[in-house]
């Protein structure tokens, strides 16, 4: 799996505190992922159809942010797109339009957390997140399932970008 060496620097802090998730719906704090303009169409699915987000809409081309220490010129296109959550959090992708020289890293395709970039969200109504997982035909590293210690149930999906999502729901107790 490859993706830009600065997503993985990228990521943004996510906020400890974040509304209540509705049914069938992940839910975190705002978090800004760095991709490729080739990845857009992708993550528009994944982030809109598949985790439930309000999309935006279509971000426009700006060039003159140059972040040569990213990876990217003065010249060179960047789009903003933003996906919101009905509990507020919000998740943002900064498009650089492709370039050949762009530095890419190699994340491991193996789903394991260790030394890769995972991101961890709590949801209510898991199990329609999956069933949409799987009719987009989103990379399942482990499907709805009980975690190992039996009090949650958690399903790990790879985003477009090449992040690992642990998304998991508390079973209640009584």
Do not use: C
């Not at 935006?56 to 996906?83: C, I, K, M, N, V």
């Not at 998740?91 to 991101?119: E, K, N, R």
Request: proline fraction near 6%.
């Amino acid at each position: 799996m490859r993706m830009t060496a600065i997503a993985v620097a990228g990521l943004l802090t996510m906020s400890i505190q974040s509304a209540p998730a509705a049914d069938g719906e992940a839910n975190f704090a705002r978090t800004t992922l760095i991709a490729r303009y080739s990845e857009l169409a992708q993550s528009v699915t994944f982030w809109r159809d598949v985790m439930g987000f309000e999309y935006s809409g279509d971000p426009q081309p700006r060039t003159g942010s140059a972040h040569p220490q990213l990876g990217w010129d003065e010249g060179a296109t960047t789009y903003f797109a933003s996906f919101k959550s009905a509990g507020g959090s919000t998740v943002a992708i900064l498009v650089v339009d492709d370039q050949d020289d762009y530095p890419v890293a190699d994340l491991t395709p193996s789903g394991a957390a260790y030394g890769g970039v995972v991101l961890v969200h709590t949801a209510v109504g898991l199990e329609a997140i999956y069933n949409r997982a799987v009719e987009h035909g989103v990379d399942i590293v482990k499907p709805y399932s009980p975690s190992p210690t039996g009090r949650s149930m958690t399903v790990f999906l790879r985003a477009p970008t090449g992040q690992l999502l642990e998304i998991y729901e508390m079973i209640p107790t009584d």
